[in-house]
């Protein structure tokens, strides 16, 4: 719990520092090390600046030692004033013309000696402006522990000029202790008598220090008093005795002339979170609520002060919920038609009841319909009586563009209307036929859905948006085109665009489909169109067939990955050789080259012997890094095998060749 008050000087954006940019006080005494301004000005013009001698003198030009020690600056000012007139004649009168003021110019220090339970004693050289506060800022403020707030006292010259307590300045701002120092003066902070704790229901809980015939009712006041929801009638007090601790309990009217004790903690507790006449309605009524619970109210009572019954009102039952002695709940059934007829005996309420009168839309559930397919907003609708098709439609906004309005289709639950229906069938289905004016026959308009149906418009089934490919590069018309018919295959669409320009180059055909790169030989398509790669097409596909690319990529562990033109007498070895050959890291059987179609061939090995790829322009020679060591997936039984048929293989080959030698 904080001890009122210490929040004071423990917080660091608070500060007590005077304010030098002010006025001198009126009342301020002049001392050893203060500089005085003396301005002479009109007829004659002079400035001093001097400063008061530790004897308490100051010394103009070549007049005597002025005393000014202990003088206020207006006294100050007379005496010099009346000293300078002997240099200047006339000095401050109307008819000499020459004038003299006196101000107070950088002002002394003094020492200030702060001993008793303050937080860090000891003596602090302060402005000569300081104040009480000031001094106790700078010491941190009296002990939380131990020192006193209220007993606060100021030694000057060996005697009390004043007794300081600082709840007046932290409860009503009053600074009239709070006097200015002077050198030499002694703060001295008493240990404190009697504190209290306050905790609980009050809007301030803390430890308040307490004096001689300060009442509880006081320190409530130096909470704040109660909060909103405190419980008033009593306070809560544990409170130390000799031997042992005990409680007691402050009467209210007791809390102005309890006194109290110290270590006594009080604890305000909050009232109870419960109604003494509360009565509520809820349901189907005009004004459901909270009521008050009235002598001798009834059933009826209630629900004419919540206005009446609403049309919906379900009479067969109302429940109401009520509370035993032992606070169990109970429910008790109400025939409300009956009641509110007078056909049966009114109920009279207690505290805590509860009456739910339900309404029709309670008791059913929420009534739906649903209808989805070729409407422009498909979803489910609030049921209303007598909702038919077409004005189910109208709320959808109407069909598509697409929609077969001779085909409508509605599901409906079946309930106990079951005598026609086989034992496997759980839905009934009705179908009908709108026109494009949401007319129905005669028969059908009589139709009204029910709750719960389910209604399907279908789509022509010949109708469907238009669905785009893509063909670019070397082709006569390149550009969109709509995809005809679901039969429509590349060469289809070759056919269309007009036709291969003379300078497209086959080989480097890219065919994408949903952002992927899919491997197709055109050359073989065109030649047999009947050819497994002769792809149907599909929305978004895009073709692109370029120029014939004259460079190869060389890239991955090799000592200069770089871009080469394409000569036709090259092999891979030699753009490997122009590339700088392998690195350490490469893995040189597994070299790989993507050709510009996206077909992806890999380098053979046979007895030892590579055979890479054929050289084809707009390729990627790619040569991968070797596999680190500690990422083998073989096991050290699986090498002991792989070891052993190697060995067994070189034999073979070994024995092969002694045959031909």
């Given amino acids: 719990m904080p001890i009122f008050g210490a929040s004071l000087f423990s917080n660091p954006s608070l500060t007590f520092e005077p304010n030098l940019r002010i006025p001198t006080p009126r009342n301020y005494q002049i001392g050893p090390e203060d500089e005085l301004i003396v301005d002479v000005y009109g007829n004659a013009q002079q400035n001093y600046r001097v400063k008061v001698s530790p004897e308490g003198a100051i010394r103009l030009e070549n007049l005597s030692p002025i005393y000014v020690n202990g003088l206020t600056v207006e006294q100050a000012e007379q005496r010099i004033i009346s000293r300078l007139q002997q240099l200047y004649a006339g000095l401050n009168t109307r008819s000499g013309g020459v004038y003299a003021t006196v101000t107070l110019g950088s002002i002394r220090s003094i020492k200030v000696t702060l001993i008793g339970q303050v937080l860090r004693p000891g003596t602090y050289t302060l402005s000569s402006l300081a104040t009480v506060f000031n001094a106790l800022y700078a010491a941190g403020g009296p002990h939380p522990g131990r020192g006193s707030f209220r007993d606060i006292r100021v030694y000057r010259n060996n005697q009390l000029i004043r007794t300081l307590d600082m709840y007046d300045f932290l409860l009503r701002a009053d600074q009239k202790d709070n006097i200015r120092l002077q050198d030499q003066d002694v703060l001295f902070v008493n240990h404190y008598q009697t504190r209290i704790e306050l905790a609980g229901e009050v809007k301030q809980p803390a430890v308040y220090e307490v004096q001689k015939g300060e009442p509880l009712k006081q320190v409530l006041a130096f909470a704040g008093g109660f909060t909103d929801k405190a419980y008033t009638s009593s306070i809560t007090l544990r409170r130390q005795t000799p031997r042992e601790l005990e409680v007691l309990t402050v009467a209210a009217a007791e809390i102005a002339g309890f006194m109290p004790q110290k270590g006594d903690r009080y604890t305000v507790g909050a009232i109870l979170d419960r109604y003494e006449n509360r009565v509520t309605i809820q349901g189907a009524v005009f004004r459901p609520g909270i009521f008050a619970l009235e002598k001798n109210r009834t059933l009826s009572q209630l629900i004419k002060s919540a206005e009446g019954l609403r049309e919906d009102a379900f009479l067969n039952r109302a429940t109401l919920r009520r509370l035993r002695d032992n606070l169990d709940p109970e429910l008790v059934a109400v025939d409300l038609g009956r009641l509110m007829r007078g056909q049966a005996p009114d109920i009279s309420l207690q505290r805590e009841d509860v009456l739910t009168i339900a309404s029709y839309g309670d008791l059913r559930g929420q009534r739906k319909v649903h209808i989805e397919g070729a409407v422009n907003r498909p979803g489910t609708y609030d049921f209303v009586d007598s909702l038919s098709i077409a004005n189910l439609i109208v709320l959808a906004g109407g069909f598509t563009d697409g929609a077969l309005a001779s085909r409508i289709e509605i599901a409906r639950r079946v309930r106990s209307d079951t005598a026609d229906l086989p034992r496997s069938q759980n839905v009934r289905l009705f179908q009908f036929e709108l026109n494009d004016q949401l007319r129905l026959t005669e028969a059908e308009a009589r139709f009204s859905l029910q709750p719960f149906d389910q209604v399907y418009v279908r789509t022509s089934p010949r109708y469907e948006p238009q669905k785009r490919v893509i063909i670019s590069g070397e082709v006569r018309y390149p550009g969109s085109y709509p995809i005809r018919d679901k039969l429509e295959r590349i060469t289809d669409l070759i056919a269309r665009a007009g036709g291969l320009r003379p300078e497209a180059y086959l080989k480097a055909t890219r065919f994408m489909r949903r952002g992927e790169l899919i491997s197709v030989d055109i050359k073989e398509i065109l030649a047999r169109p009947s050819d497994t790669g002769n792809l149907l097409l599909l929305p978004n596909d895009s073709i692109h067939i370029p120029r014939q690319v004259e460079l190869v990529r060389v890239k991955g562990e090799v000592l200069n990955a770089s871009v080469v033109d394409y000569n036709p007498v090259k092999t891979v070895k030699s753009y490997l050789n ?42 990627e020679v790619i040569a991968p890094a070797r596999v680190p060591r500690g990422d083998s997936k073989l096991t050290p039984a699986e090498r002991v095998a792989v070891a052993t048929g190697l060995t067994s293989l070189a034999a073979v080959v070994l024995t092969v060749v002694r045959l031909f030698q």
């Fill in 578 to 619: 122009e590339a700088g050959g392998f690195t350490t890291k490469a893995m040189r059987r597994k070299l790989y080259v993507v050709y510009a179609n996206g077909k992806v061939q890999r380098t053979k090995s046979f007895l030892g012997l590579r055979f890479y790829p054929d050289a084809e322009p707009g390729m």
